[in-house]
């Protein structure tokens, strides 16, 4: 029972760089995101899918682009890496808007 | 915007004893509240979910409550065990919004 996989898990990028990280759920869950969270902040919202060929953003989206081609996959990407961007990266699922979000074990991504 | 804050940022316990862990958000208008679990280095757990309709929420030894009106939730971790041991998230879902507005979290120590 795979749940929400992420990979890399983790990942050190130079600025400039660009890269994707992949996100596929294996639930048949309509719903998907893209997070980051910084030290000592709470998580924040970077895009979102309600379903297949269906994006938006949240709230902080500059700087990362986003596709979803199929339910099961749901892959972020990054086209010109800033240090800014250093965090870590959890993707999520749920089937629903009432029920839980369930989370991927994230992505470690370092740009110097 | 929905602002959401944990007190305290982290808590010690001798194990056995009973804790309660609070969380509150500005704005009233929420669909739902959910409490997470986050070990180091790992991803984020559900652990319990209240709909805006709802009172409270129990699993096992937790018990989580909502009181809409005043902005409040809290977590009530019975007979604390060292297992207990990680990062305790709340996070909302106004009403309208399709993603989660997260607390900064509460370390939690159960020292054996």
């Known amino acids: 029972n795979a749940g929400v996989t992420q990979t890399p898990k983790f990942r050190i990028l130079k600025i400039g760089q660009s890269m994707t990280l992949q996100c596929t759920q294996d639930?048949?869950?309509?719903?998907m995101y893209w997070y980051r969270q910084d030290p000592g902040m709470g998580l924040k919202l970077i895009y979102y899918s309600v379903g297949a060929g269906i994006t938006d953003k949240g709230e902080v989206p500059n700087g990362y682009n986003v596709s979803r081609s199929t339910t099961e996959d749901f892959p972020l990407r990054l086209e010109l890496a800033a240090p800014s961007q250093t965090s870590v990266y959890f993707c999520a699922s749920r089937v629903d808007s009432n029920q839980p979000q369930h989370f991927g074990d994230g992505t470690r991504l370092s740009i110097l | 915007k929905q602002e959401v804050t944990q007190i305290p940022a982290a808590l010690s316990v001798p194990e056995g004893e009973n804790l309660v862990l609070n969380c509150s958000f500005t704005?009233?208008?929420?669909?739902?509240l959910q409490w997470f679990r986050q070990d180091p280095g790992k991803g984020l757990t559900s652990l319990l979910l209240i709909q805006s309709s709802q009172r409270e929420q129990t699993s096992g030894r937790l018990n989580a409550s909502l009181d809409k009106s005043s902005g409040r939730s809290t977590l009530y971790i019975a007979a604390s065990q060292p297992g207990d041991s990680a990062t305790y998230l709340c996070a909302v879902r106004g009403t309208g919004a399709n993603n989660l507005f997260f607390g900064t979290g509460t370390r939690l120590t159960v020292i054996p």
């Open positions: 639930m048949n869950h309509n719903y």
């Open positions: 704005d009233s208008a929420i669909y739902n």
